[in-house]
C-alpha cells in the first residue's frame, strides 16, 4: 500500500449472547441494528436533506446493513456508514422529524468506528424518542414520569391540609373575636317613596301645613300648634294656645321649613276651646283636608302633628280608642266662662304639652279632630297649661263640630252654642241631669219661651237620655247638646214624679259665648 494511503479496518461483528430467538421478541432478538422493531408505528424520520424517509414496516426485520466499501486509493477515504436509528416509540402529537446526521466532512480523516464495549448499554428498544444530540431538547412520551407524579400529589395532600388547619384556625378566631377590625352589618337601602296611607306618607303630606306657635302675654307665655284652613292664611287651634295674647300679646307662627310670621287673632271661643289667627305674607300655602268624625270607628289608625315640649314637627301615630267621651278642661276662672265641653274623640297616640291645637289625622292625610287635652294620672283632664306627660288617653275636638265653629269665627268673629233654656244643677250626685229649682240670679231656672219651656220641662225634672244615649252629669248633657248645632232637633228622656216620658226640644241660640 503507498505511502500515505491507508485502509480503513473493518469493524469486527460482535457475535450475540445467545441464539436468536424464533420469535424475534425484543429484547430477545439480536442486539445492535439487527434486532427487530417493537410491533409499533413509528414517526416519519426526516434526513438532513429534508426529504422525509420512508418508515419501515410494522414488524419488519431491518436488512443486514451492507458491508463496507473498500476504500478506494487516495489520500481520503469515504466516511464510514452511518447505522440505522434505532426504533422510536410512538408519541401523541404528530411525529416529529428526525434529522439525520450529515456524513464527516472528507477533508478530516476518520478513525475506525469503535464497537461499544457493551451493544446493551445504548439500545433500548422502548426508548421515548431518538437519542439526543448535544444541545437538544429531549422529547417525551405520553407518560408523565412518576417523580413529578409524586410531587404533584405532596403538594396537592399539603394545600389540603393547610387549608383545612386554616379553616379551623379561622373558625375559632372569628368566633372568639381575637384580632382585627369590627364591621357591623348593615341593611340594604329601601326605597324613597312610602305609602300613602302609612305613617311616613300621611306625615309627609301633612307636615308643610302644620306650624308651631310661640305665644307671649304679660303674664305668661306658652308653645301650641295649629294648622293651615286655607289659602288666606286662617290657622285653626285651640283657645287656650292663644288665650294668653288675648290682651295685647304677640303670637309668631314657624312653618316647617322654618319661615317664622307674625299671626294676629281672627276669633275664638272658650266654649268650644277653638280659636282661629291668621298670617298674611306666605305664599303657596296648603290646606289641610277636613274630613268626617261621623265616619269615625273605634280603632282607626290615627297620626298627631305638634310640638309637644316645644320639640315642633314631631309626630306620633295611635289609634281612635273611644268616641264621644264628654270631657271638661278650664274652669280655672270662678264663673266657669273658661269651661269647655267636649263631646271628644280618645286616641292613644302620644299627646303632649305642645300638641294642642295641632291636627289629628286618619289614614287618608284628613283631618278628623283638633288634639286639645290629656288624661294625666295626678290631676285628671288637662290641657296645655299643664306640665303632666301622656299616658295613652288624649282627647280630640271632633273636625264636625270644629268645621262650623272655625267658620262662624272668621265669618262672624263669635260661635253660636245651642242650649234647651234652662240652668242645670251641677252640685246634683244622683244619676242624670236635674233641672235646678232656680237660675243663678234668682230667676226661673227654665227660661220663657225657650225650647225646654216650649216642650214642657219644669224645674226638678231629671234628663236620663238624648237621643237614646244615656247621660249621667249635668256636664254631660251640655257637651251632648254641644255636639249640635242650632236649629238641631233632640228626644229627651225626662223622669218626673218617677215616671218617664219623652219629649223633643229644638236647639235654640244662646245670647252670648
Same mark, same amino acid.
Given at each position: 500500500?503507498?505511502?500515505?494511503?491507508?485502509?480503513?479496518?473493518?469493524?469486527?461483528?460482535?457475535?450475540?449472547?445467545?441464539?436468536?430467538?424464533?420469535?424475534?421478541?425484543?429484547?430477545?432478538?439480536?442486539?445492535?441494528?439487527?434486532?427487530?422493531?417493537?410491533?409499533?408505528?413509528?414517526?416519519?424520520?426526516?434526513?438532513?436533506?429534508?426529504?422525509?424517509?420512508? +418508515? =419501515?414496516?410494522?414488524?419488519?426485520? !431491518? #436488512?443486514? $446493513? @451492507?458491508? &463496507? %466499501?473498500?476504500?478506494?486509493?487516495? *489520500?481520503? /477515504?469515504?466516511?464510514?456508514?452511518?447505522?440505522?436509528?434505532?426504533?422510536?416509540?410512538?408519541?401523541?402529537?404528530? +411525529? =416529529?422529524?428526525?434529522?439525520?446526521? !450529515? #456524513?464527516? $466532512? @472528507?477533508? &478530516? %480523516?476518520?478513525?475506525?468506528?469503535? *464497537?461499544? /464495549?457493551?451493544?446493551?448499554?445504548?439500545?433500548?428498544?422502548?426508548?421515548?424518542?431518538?437519542?439526543?444530540?448535544?444541545?437538544?431538547?429531549?422529547?417525551?412520551?405520553?407518560?408523565? $414520569?412518576?417523580?413529578?407524579?409524586?410531587?404533584?400529589?405532596?403538594?396537592? /395532600?399539603?394545600?389540603?391540609?393547610?387549608?383545612?388547619?386554616?379553616?379551623?384556625?379561622?373558625?375559632?378566631?372569628?368566633?372568639?373575636?381575637?384580632?382585627?377590625?369590627?364591621?357591623? $352589618?348593615?341593611?340594604?337601602?329601601?326605597?324613597?317613596?312610602?305609602?300613602?296611607?302609612?305613617?311616613?306618607?300621611?306625615?309627609?303630606?301633612?307636615?308643610?301645613?302644620?306650624?308651631?306657635?310661640?305665644?307671649?302675654?304679660?303674664?305668661?307665655?306658652?308653645?301650641?300648634?295649629?294648622?293651615?284652613?286655607?289659602?288666606?292664611?286662617?290657622?285653626?287651634?285651640?283657645?287656650?294656645?292663644?288665650?294668653?295674647?288675648?290682651?295685647?300679646?304677640?303670637?309668631?307662627?314657624?312653618?316647617?321649613?322654618?319661615?317664622?310670621?307674625?299671626?294676629?287673632?281672627?276669633?275664638?271661643?272658650?266654649?268650644?276651646?277653638?280659636?282661629?289667627?291668621?298670617?298674611?305674607?306666605?305664599?303657596?300655602?296648603?290646606?289641610?283636608?277636613?274630613?268626617?268624625?261621623?265616619?269615625?270607628?273605634?280603632?282607626?289608625?290615627?297620626?298627631?302633628?305638634?310640638?309637644?315640649?316645644?320639640?315642633?314637627?314631631?309626630?306620633?301615630?295611635?289609634?281612635?280608642?273611644?268616641?264621644?267621651?264628654?270631657?271638661?278642661?278650664?274652669?280655672?276662672?270662678?264663673?266657669?266662662?273658661?269651661?269647655?265641653?267636649?263631646?271628644?274623640?280618645?286616641?292613644?297616640?302620644?299627646?303632649?304639652?305642645?300638641?294642642?291645637?295641632?291636627?289629628?289625622?286618619?289614614?287618608?292625610?284628613?283631618?278628623?279632630?283638633?288634639?286639645?287635652?290629656?288624661?294625666?294620672?295626678?290631676?285628671?283632664?288637662?290641657?296645655?297649661?299643664?306640665?303632666?306627660?301622656?299616658?295613652?288617653?288624649?282627647?280630640?275636638?271632633?273636625?264636625?263640630?270644629?268645621?262650623?265653629?272655625?267658620?262662624?269665627?272668621?265669618?262672624?268673629?263669635?260661635?253660636?252654642?245651642?242650649?234647651?233654656?234652662?240652668?242645670?244643677?251641677?252640685?246634683?250626685?244622683?244619676?242624670?241631669?236635674?233641672?235646678?229649682?232656680?237660675?243663678?240670679?234668682?230667676?226661673?231656672?227654665?227660661?220663657?219661651?225657650?225650647?225646654?219651656?216650649?216642650?214642657?220641662?219644669?224645674?226638678?225634672?231629671?234628663?236620663?237620655?238624648?237621643?237614646?244615649?244615656?247621660?249621667?252629669?249635668?256636664?254631660?248633657?251640655?257637651?251632648?247638646?254641644?255636639?249640635?248645632?242650632?236649629?238641631?232637633?233632640?228626644?229627651?228622656?225626662?223622669?218626673?214624679?218617677?215616671?218617664?216620658?219623652?219629649?223633643?226640644?229644638?236647639?235654640?241660640?244662646?245670647?252670648?259665648?
Amino acid at each position: 500500500m503507498p505511502e500515505g494511503d491507508f485502509e480503513l479496518a473493518k469493524p469486527e461483528r460482535p457475535s450475540p449472547l445467545h441464539e436468536p430467538d424464533p420469535y424475534s421478541t425484543p429484547p430477545y432478538g439480536e442486539p445492535g441494528p439487527w434486532a427487530p422493531a417493537p410491533p409499533v408505528q413509528h414517526p416519519v424520520a426526516t434526513p438532513a436533506q429534508g426529504t422525509l424517509m420512508t +418508515p =419501515p414496516a410494522v414488524g419488519a426485520v !431491518p #436488512p443486514e $446493513p @451492507a458491508p &463496507a %466499501p473498500t476504500a478506494p486509493a487516495g *489520500p481520503i /477515504a469515504p466516511a464510514a456508514p452511518i447505522p440505522p436509528a434505532p426504533p422510536i416509540a410512538p408519541i401523541a402529537s404528530a +411525529p =416529529p422529524t428526525v434529522p439525520v446526521a !450529515p #456524513p464527516a $466532512p @472528507a477533508s &478530516a %480523516p476518520l478513525s475506525a468506528p469503535q *464497537p461499544p /464495549a457493551d451493544p446493551w448499554g445504548r439500545y433500548d428498544p422502548w426508548a421515548a424518542g431518538p437519542l439526543q444530540q448535544p444541545g437538544a431538547a429531549a422529547v417525551h412520551g405520553g407518560r408523565r $414520569p412518576r417523580p413529578r407524579r409524586a410531587a404533584l400529589g405532596w403538594t396537592l /395532600a399539603l394545600v389540603l391540609v393547610a387549608a383545612g388547619l386554616g379553616g379551623l384556625v379561622g373558625g375559632y378566631v372569628e368566633r372568639e373575636g381575637i384580632g382585627g377590625e369590627v364591621t357591623l $352589618p348593615q341593611a340594604k337601602g329601601v326605597p324613597a317613596g312610602r305609602a300613602p296611607d302609612s305613617v311616613a306618607g300621611i306625615a309627609a303630606r301633612a307636615l308643610p301645613s302644620v306650624v308651631t306657635l310661640h305665644v307671649s302675654g304679660s303674664d305668661e307665655e306658652g308653645t301650641g300648634t295649629g294648622f293651615v284652613l286655607d289659602d288666606r292664611g286662617h290657622i285653626l287651634t285651640n283657645n287656650h294656645v292663644v288665650a294668653p295674647a288675648a290682651s295685647g300679646g304677640k303670637i309668631s307662627a314657624t312653618f316647617s321649613d322654618g319661615t317664622s310670621v307674625k299671626a294676629t287673632v281672627v276669633g275664638r271661643d272658650s266654649g268650644y276651646d277653638l280659636a282661629v289667627v291668621q298670617v298674611s305674607g306666605v305664599h303657596g300655602l296648603t290646606p289641610l283636608t277636613l274630613g268626617d268624625s261621623d265616619d269615625v270607628r273605634v280603632g282607626d289608625p290615627v297620626v298627631a302633628i305638634g310640638a309637644p315640649f316645644d320639640l315642633a314637627n314631631t309626630v306620633t301615630a295611635g289609634i281612635i280608642s273611644a268616641k264621644e267621651r264628654p270631657i271638661t278642661a278650664g274652669g280655672e276662672k270662678s264663673d266657669g266662662s273658661d269651661v269647655s265641653y267636649v263631646d271628644a274623640l280618645q286616641t292613644d297616640a302620644p299627646i303632649n304639652p305642645g300638641n294642642s291645637g295641632g291636627p289629628l289625622l286618619d289614614s287618608r292625610a284628613h283631618v278628623i279632630g283638633i288634639n286639645s287635652a290629656i288624661r294625666s294620672a295626678d290631676s285628671g283632664v288637662e290641657t296645655e297649661s299643664g306640665q303632666a306627660g301622656s299616658i295613652g288617653l288624649g282627647f280630640a275636638i271632633p273636625v264636625n263640630q270644629a268645621k262650623r265653629v272655625a267658620e262662624e269665627l272668621i265669618n262672624d268673629g263669635r260661635a253660636t252654642h245651642p242650649v234647651i233654656g234652662v240652668d242645670l244643677d251641677m252640685g246634683y250626685s244622683g244619676d242624670g241631669a236635674r233641672v235646678d229649682s232656680r237660675a243663678p240670679d234668682g230667676g226661673p231656672a227654665v227660661v220663657k219661651g225657650g225650647p225646654a219651656e216650649r216642650a214642657g220641662l219644669k224645674a226638678g225634672d231629671l234628663i236620663t237620655e238624648v237621643d237614646g244615649e244615656p247621660v249621667h252629669t249635668g256636664a254631660e248633657l251640655i257637651v251632648r247638646i254641644r255636639a249640635h248645632q242650632p236649629g238641631d232637633r233632640l228626644r229627651l228622656t225626662v223622669e218626673r214624679g218617677g215616671t218617664e216620658r219623652e219629649v223633643s226640644v229644638v236647639l235654640g241660640t244662646a245670647e252670648q259665648n
